[in-house]
Each structure stands twice: as structure tokens, then as C-alpha cells.
């Protein structure tokens, strides 16, 4: 259903810049004045893999012009790994970043603004009172297959991450998707403290499908003429992320009116299936640093092989342009890609 560009992978690390020498991957994107927007998730080089965000711009949506310094920048204690995965949103005539801070224990979802798209105000933390296993939270990892429990009472109280605001105001509301493992819907009267529905709102699905193990919230839903078309990424028990959809009312977002049976997009390409950076992979970065380049190709390609690797499409960044759905996503955590879609052909798939 999607066809990849050529070009991939459209941005790499950029051993010029130290803030984003090590890898780059999962941008938010808008189009605005007749081009592309694009915020990624720069990683540094150094052991602390500190994460800032980077911004690009270009006007056929591949070939990107990237700025020499970064927008955002950890600050703060809570910030002390940094800043990830940002999805940006235009609600009236404002900018809306919903981003992650990273203190290497806990992960909280942010809030920034802007005007322009090129100076961002942090707004600070979006949900200050959201309990991760009291709000129906739910964390699990993955060993060869076997899904294990992970929840943790201290680690896991202020877990949120991966927000997506709505591109306009709903009953007089803000509306945010947001969450990892699980998705949560929350509203907002000015669109930086967000207050959180009760109950999950998106969960995985029972035996062993491309959702069974967890999900985690895509890029901010598009307004189409059957609902709002929500992305999401959906992860089994070999840990393979792979996007997904569903359809919520126009009028009331609480309402889910369609969830897709099957996934749209999986890693294929080698720059998908390959990478040796993924973040969660067994080991973590830091043990595969000390590979050589030969080395890293030959572990990743045997651990593909064994059903070991873990293998992640990530999107945070979508547009439609006529009838183009344009993604923007993160391969195996270490590239910057693209790949385009009829909107037509996805909303055909409702049934």
C-alpha cells in the first residue's frame, strides 16, 4: 500500500554536528507555506545518549535543508537523557509540540508552542497528575517470543509519552491520544494542562497478532470525510512494530467507529530490518557501540534471522496533500525515512 522513497534513508546522522553524530530517527511533520516541516529526535554520540530535536525544512517533502543547531534542548533534571519523539499539531493559529522528557528513569509527555515553527516555548509537563499503572497502565517486554510483566510501582508512576494532539478544538476542547503499551485520550481547555479520561482507550488485542503484545500512539489523527484516521503502531511478542488504523467520530473522539484488522506498514527494507541501534534492543546501544561496522552488520543480520532482532517502523509525522498520505518515520531507530499511501486506498478498507 505504500510505496517507499527512493531516497530513503532521507536524513542520516551527522557526524558534523555533535548533537545529532550518533543517529537520528522518529520526526513529527506539518506542511505549512508550501512546505514541509520536519522535527526529529538527534542523538548525541556521547554514553549519556542525550536526545535534542532537530529541524528541517524542504519543499518536495524529500530532499530536506536541516538547521545547524538544535530547536529544543534538555534543560531541566527531568530532561537529563533529553528530548524525544516529537508530533507537531496546528490548532487556530498556534503551534502545538507534544514531545517526551527523559530522566532515565521516568518518561513524561511535554507540551511547547510556537508561532512560527522556528522559535518554541516549553510549556511544561502535560499531564502532572497521570499515574501510569493507576490510570490502567500496563508494561510488558519480550524474550524470544514470551511475553514478561514489567510493571513497576516506582518506575512506572509517571510514564506517558507519545501525544498527539487533534488539529482542532472538539466541543470547545483540546484533544489529545497519547500513551505507550497502552493509548489514553485526554481533553484540554487551553491545550497545555491536559486532563486524562478515565479507563484506557486504546489496548492490544487477545492471541498473537501484529497488537497482541502492545500499542503505541502514531502521529496526530487527519480529519477525513469517515472519521478521524488514527496511525498506531502495533507490536507483537517478537517485538516487531508495525502501523496500523482506526477511525474515531468526527464529533466525539471517546468513540471508536473503526479498528483495522491487519497492519498497513512493516519493516522491509534493509535499512528497516538491519539497524543495529534500535533502543530497546537486548543490550541496549551501548554494548553494540563497541562493535565494528562489519561486526554490527553480521550480529543484526543473525539476530534477524533467529526472530531475534527487533525490528521498528515508528511514526510520528503524517500529511495529506489531495489524496496523498505522505509518513514520516524512524527505521530501526537509526534513519529518518519516508513512504507514500493513497488516503483513498486506506479509507477503502473500512468496512
Known amino acids: ?19 545529532e553524530a550518533f543517529k537520528v530517527y522518529n520526526p513529527g511533520v506539518i506542511f505549512a507555506e508550501g512546505k514541509y516541516h520536519l522535527f526529529y529526535r538527534a542523538m548525541n554520540h556521547s ?15 524529500e530532499n530536506f535543508e536541516r538547521f545547524e543547531q538544535p530547536l529544543l534542548v ?25 514531545y517526551a522528557s527523559f530522566d532515565g528513569l521516568d518518561v513524561r509527555l ?15 509537563q502535560a499531564l502532572s497528575d497521570f499515574e501510569f499503572l493507576k490510570n490502567g497502565g500496563h508494561k510488558i517486554t519480550c524474550h524470544d517470543g514470551e511475553i514478561v510483566n514489567q510493571d513497576d ?14 488539529p482542532q478544538k472538539i466541543n470547545n476542547k483540546y484533544w489529545l491520544l497519547f500513551g505507550e503499551y497502552n493509548g489514553w485520550l485526554a481533553n484540554s481547555d487551553d491545550g497545555l494542562q491536559w486532563q486524562v479520561l478515565p479507563d484506557t482507550f486504546l489496548n492490544p488485542r487477545s492471541g498473537q497478532g501484529f497488537d497482541s503484545a502492545f500499542v503505541e500512539v502514531g ?62 534492543a537486548t543490550g ?18 543473525e539476530s534477524v534471522d533467529q526472530r531475534k532482532k527487533i525490528t521498528v517502523v515508528f511514526c510520528c509525522g503524517a500529511v495529506v496533500i489531495d489524496d496523498k498520505l505522505r509518513i514520516y518515520y524512524g527505521a530501526g531507530d537509526e534513519y529518518i525515512c519516508t513512504a507514500v499511501a493513497k488516503l483513498s486506498d486506506i479509507l477503502v478498507l473500512v468496512k
Do not use: C
Open 1 to 19: 500500500m505504500f510505496l517507499r522513497s527512493a531516497n530513503n534513508p532521507i536524513l542520516r546522522a551527522n557526524r558534523g554536528h555533535d548533537w
Open 47 to 61: 554514553r549519556d545518549w542525550r536526545s535534542s530535536i532537530g529541524y528541517a525544512v524542504s519543499e518536495d517533502g
Open 74 to 98: 534538555a534543560e531541566s533534571p527531568a530532561e537529563k537523557r533529553g528530548l524525544e519523539d516529537p508530533r507537531i499539531t496546528k490548532v487556530d493559529q498556534t503551534y502545538y509540540m507534544a
Open 110 to 124: 511535554n507540551i511547547a508552542t510556537s508561532s512560527d515553527l522556528k522559535n518554541w516555548q516549553k510549556r511544561g
Open 153 to 166: 510501582e516506582q518506575l512506572d508512576k509517571e510514564w506517558s509519552k507519545s501525544g498527539a494532539i487533534f
Open 219 to 280: 502521529p496526530p489523527p487527519i480529519k477525513t470525510e469517515l472519521g478521524w484516521l488514527v496511525l498506531y503502531h502495533g507490536i507483537d511478542q517478537w517485538h516487531t512494530y508495525r502501523l496500523s488504523f482506526m477511525l474515531l467520530d468526527l464529533n466525539d473522539p471517546t468513540k471508536i467507529i473503526y479498528r483495522h484488522n491487519d497492519f498497513i506498514f512493516e519493516p522491509l527494507a534493509d535499512y528497516e530490518l538491519h539497524s543495529s541501534l534500535v533502543d530497546i
Open 284 to 301: 541496549g546501544v551501548a554494548s553494540e557501540q563497541e562493535l565494528s561496522g562489519e561486526e554490527l552488520r553480521k550480529h543484526s543480520n
